[in-house]
């Protein structure tokens, strides 16, 4: 089934998240992980790649091993970073050689120790090039795209956010999944935006629950996403981090009920290797 064609007959479908493991026992345990998800019925896999692409052959063997273990349609993240054409090109092929269905398409972040993204030569510097390459070479793929409920951090103000994402979805993506967010108005007025802007292709609020709270605050802190007073002070008061993930879990579940009763598209879960956020969430606990 096509990206396009599955938010079009499927009732709120969810997809998972994952990353690159450094070790084979974290490959283990995050094919353990998976083996739980797929009971909870999502439509695909992603997996994103490490910074400048330097885990881009663990992301292709993590695929593969989802689609051993699921069947299932996967994603590969694919950005910008350090990337000719020539090379983002190689990728593609060797993707699509291995059964990936869908790209996320990225500009990507700036290397470590850059404060500003610049372009390889003889690569792209935006990602909607990068989209126009995929649909001009490699069609095949569904394309999904990043869109900042809370503004990307670079970006002037929200108005030249919006127009970067309109870029990204007139040059053909089938989807747009958002950074994590913690307060749902701030995913409904970036939606309404983006109606108004003319973007008419779903809108996939990306969630990650609080489990951990040190680890929130610097997730937040890394995506410019702001954590709600209320959450702030509940995770304070907790003793340790068993109070800390059901405070986080109740949190996001409260988020994907009112997500789900106006009427999202679809859920995106920020696993991070992990099963038992999601879990918990899925199955009502």
Do not use: W
């Not at 709270?213 to 702001?226: D, E, N, P, V, W």
């Not at 304070?236 to 986080?248: I, L, M, N, P, R």
Request: net charge negative; aromatic share 8%; with cysteine.
């Amino acid at each position: 089934m096509s990206l396009a064609s599955l938010y079009e007959t499927s009732n709120c479908p969810i997809s998972f998240e994952l990353f690159p493991p450094k070790t084979e026992a974290g490959l283990a345990t995050l094919c353990d992980n998976v083996r739980k998800l797929t009971q909870y019925n999502p439509a695909f896999f992603t997996c994103t790649y490490g910074a400048g692409g330097s885990t881009q052959g663990t992301t292709l063997e993590v695929l593969k091993r989802v689609r051993e273990i699921t069947s299932l349609p996967v994603a590969s993240h694919l950005t910008c970073v350090n990337a000719t054409i020539e090379d983002l090109d190689k990728y593609l092929r060797t993707a699509s050689e291995q059964q990936v269905d869908y790209i996320v398409a990225l500009r990507g972040d700036p290397p470590k120790g850059t404060e500003r993204f610049e372009a390889t030569e003889g690569g792209l510097r935006y990602a909607n090039e990068l989209v126009d390459l995929i649909r001009e070479k490699h069609p095949q793929f569904g394309i999904a795209v990043a869109g900042y409920p809370e503004v990307h951090q670079e970006a002037a103000n929200a108005e030249v956010d919006l127009e970067n994402l309109k870029r990204k979805v007139d040059a053909g993506a089938d989807i747009v999944v958002t950074q994590l967010f913690y307060d749902n108005d701030d995913f409904f007025r970036f939606r309404d935006r983006c109606e108004s802007g003319g973007i008419q292709i779903p809108v996939i609020p990306g969630i990650l629950p609080v489990t951990n709270f040190k680890q929130a605050l610097r997730i937040a802190q890394m995506c410019k996403a702001s954590i709600p007073p209320g959450l702030e002070q509940a995770m304070v008061a907790c003793e340790d981090e068993a109070d800390q993930f059901k405070v986080g879990v109740e949190h996001a579940r409260t988020q994907i009920n009112d997500l789900t009763d106006r009427g999202v598209s679809g859920i995106h879960y920020y696993v991070l290797n992990k099963s038992e956020a999601a879990a918990a969430l899925l199955a009502g606990v």
